[in-house]
């Protein structure tokens, strides 16, 4: 499934933290907004997610040879009845990603493929 999303990213507070809002032109689906932050002693990003619903999550992130990964182990701020994580692959143009979340389980091995993540411009 594809699904078309308008995504804005800024950054913010002296270029300390990467903002991104999301707007997905489907109903019942969630608005949200993204605060990416680094370490600076590890260099590690930590991606903190909000949105519509009320949802708050917090990722690992990595981004690195145009590949864009999240990863959510480890309950935060919402329960953790499974697992998620995100590849994005940055296209040619390197104007759009084209990527896919997928989810597992608690105590699963197995990913599950969720849904498509459509190409979005990176910057505006």
Not at 73 to 86: G, I, N, W, Y
Not at 95 to 114: F, L, P
Request: charged residues 25%.
């Amino acid at each position: 499934m594809t699904i078309d999303e308008d995504e804005v990213f800024e950054w913010t507070l002296d270029r300390r933290f990467l903002v991104q809002r999301t707007e997905i032109p489907i109903p019942g689906a969630p608005d949200s907004m993204v605060v990416v932050a680094v370490d600076p002693e590890t260099g590690a990003y930590t991606q903190h997610y909000f949105d519509s619903r009320g949802v708050v999550r917090v990722y690992a992130m990595s981004f690195a040879d145009g590949v864009w990964r999240l990863l959510r182990e480890a309950p935060d701020f919402s329960p953790l009845a499974f697992r998620q994580r995100f590849t994005g692959h940055v296209g040619d143009d390197g104007n759009t990603i084209r990527g896919t979340w997928e989810k597992s389980m608690a105590g699963s091995t197995t990913w599950e493929h969720v849904h498509a993540h459509l190409p979005q411009e990176l910057l505006r």
